[in-house]
């Protein structure tokens, strides 16, 4: 089953999930999993005739609230762990054919309203030490369920990106007092090139520092940690941008953009950590609308990424791409 | 935005949530959520940065009013 496996050379934790090889693989139509549960037919996750958002915990979950123990024992170099937390699925709607960008406005904001509803639960659990939402969108990015949703790791522990990045903004405020994510904000909103769009709680941009071609980060212009610390009007701000971004990547080859979408939020802890600041992050894997970006030696061995692109063009591209939903699907 | 929240208990245990929007919601929808079994909580955006465990207001918030609907 599940468990953590600590590597002392990265210091970080490897979690093994041996059940995930069962899990459903591209089910045919007639027993999707994350429909609502016709009258008759196929017991799906949801028993139910229809709904509108629901959440719940994963049948094949990396981490479960009550582990089993370790297949093997550790040792005090090579500790082995329970992997305990919590791992849910977000259905985002009864419709399989439908995805995130082409919901209405009302149906992206009620989702910010799951998120921060979700975030502050499960962020009040004594195990859990970071709440992950991302959603993997296409089956370049490894879905294999295509039904609209998005998922939620608790994680018993910080994960090594958030942890890193958590750590330079502390550096980075003792050093100078500031925010580094103000300040990169300002920068960006000062220099222009990299702006995609914006409006009164949220910047879009592709980041200077941009890893993949088409990456976007949505900063909030206002120190907020956590989904849930924003106001209604903020929530509305951001399922806004979230709806715009994404119109604008399915727009941009006239097909969806599958993607990787990740929000990066304050740990677990209830600490200060009043030098960091919520951002959303999207990784669309293409780099021309016929080409993959792998993630091969460099990147996924030695952590250097080489990006085949300039954050200044690829941003001016998604700037000037129309937001207004004219995608058809097949 | 006001949205509601059941929570039911599946046969193996897991649980699962249901969010409703009455002023968004289909019939359909309507009526199934009213037929889930469990008692229904609200979900607002009426929380102040929750300090998770501590209960803790986060930097930046003090003394800011939310705009609940």
């Known amino acids: 089953m599940s468990e953590l496996r600590w590597n002392p050379t990265l210091e970080e934790w490897v979690i093994t999930a041996t059940h995930r090889q069962d899990r459903t693989f591209f089910p045919p139509p007639g027993y999707n999993p994350l429909a609502p549960t016709a009258p008759g037919g196929f017991p799906t996750e949801i028993p139910a005739p229809d709904y509108e958002i629901v959440v719940f915990e994963n049948k094949f979950p990396s981490l479960r609230q009550a582990p089993a123990d370790p297949s093997v024992a550790g040792t005090d170099l090579m500790p082995v762990r329970p992997a305990q937390g919590i791992c849910e699925v977000v259905c985002y709607t009864p419709d399989a054919e439908g995805e995130l960008a082409r919901l209405p406005l009302t149906k992206v904001e009620e989702l910010v309203y799951v998120w921060a509803d979700r975030f502050e639960e499960l962020s009040a659990r004594e195990f859990v030490k970071y709440v992950y939402i991302f959603e993997n969108k296409g089956r370049e990015i490894g879905v294999t369920l295509m039904h609209p949703h998005g998922q939620i790791y608790a994680f018993p522990f910080v994960p090594p990106i958030p942890e890193k990045e958590v750590a330079a903004a502390r550096r980075y405020f003792e050093r100078t007092g500031r925010n580094v994510f103000a300040d990169v904000l300002e920068q960006e909103l000062k220099d222009g090139r990299r702006v995609v769009a914006e409006n009164a709680h949220f910047v879009a941009v592709v980041p200077f520092y941009a890893r993949y071609p088409y990456e976007v980060h949505i900063l909030a212009r206002d120190d907020r940690t956590a989904i849930c610390d924003f106001d209604a009007g903020e929530r509305t701000a951001l399922a806004q941008m979230l709806k715009l971004v994404m119109e604008k990547y399915n727009n941009l080859w006239d097909r969806s953009m599958p993607y990787i979408m990740l929000m990066h939020q304050r740990p677990s802890d209830g600490a200060d950590y009043g030098y960091y600041r919520f951002h959303i992050e999207f990784y669309p894997p293409y780099r021309t609308p016929d080409k993959l970006k792998y993630l091969a030696g460099s990147e996924a061995g030695a952590g250097a990424f080489i990006n085949d692109t300039h954050a200044e063009v690829t941003a001016q591209t998604l700037r000037e791409t129309e937001p207004v939903h004219v995608f058809l699907p097949e | ?69």
């Open chain 2, 1 to 69: 935005m006001r949205l509601e929240k059941k929570r039911i208990l599946k046969e193996d245990g897991r649980y699962l949530l249901f969010y409703h929007n009455a002023a968004s919601a289909s019939v359909e929808q309507r009526e199934a959520f009213a037929e889930v079994a469990a008692d229904a909580t609200a979900v607002t955006a009426t929380t102040v940065g929750a300090g998770a465990k501590t209960g803790a207001a986060q930097p930046g918030l003090a003394g800011r009013e939310n705009a609940d609907v």
